[in-house]
């Protein structure tokens, strides 16, 4: 496992933005976004394999949250804009050596950040 430092969560009106960062202590081939709200399940949000430098995204977060990352650094960010109340959720970084079919479930990463919490509100 790596351990993972999460930052950048917050309170925000609908349709303003927020950034998330999470810093890695060591490296994996992929990191990912999960969030959960409270009494659901962890859902993905959004992940980058480091070979390559590809990115996935949930279809409810594609065009409004944008996934970067520094691959020298093990840090990921993660850009959410025209927030909505619908993405109020604790959000979590996770890392691992995941292979693509599991890229967008949370068994797929073995390291996991203790979560940042966003809500959006007016």
């Known amino acids: 496992q790596v351990q993972l430092t999460e930052s950048g969560g917050g309170l925000v009106q609908p349709g303003g933005s927020l950034r998330l960062s999470c810093a890695a202590s060591?490296?994996?081939?992929?990191m990912a976004w999960f969030r959960q709200a409270p009494g659901k399940e962890r859902d993905f949000v959004a992940a980058i394999r480091w070979n390559g430098g590809y990115t996935y995204y949930a279809d409810s977060v594609k065009g409004r949250f944008t996934l970067s990352g520094d691959k020298a650094s093990n840090s990921i960010y993660l850009q959410m804009n025209t927030l909505k109340p619908e993405d109020t959720a604790i959000y979590y970084c996770?890392?691992?050596?995941?292979?693509?079919?599991?890229?967008?479930?949370?068994?797929?990463?073995?390291?996991w950040g203790q979560g940042t919490p966003v809500t959006v509100s007016a």
């Open positions: 060591g490296s994996r081939n992929a």
């Open positions: 996770a890392a691992g050596r995941t292979i693509l079919s599991a890229i967008r479930t949370p068994g797929g990463y073995d390291s």
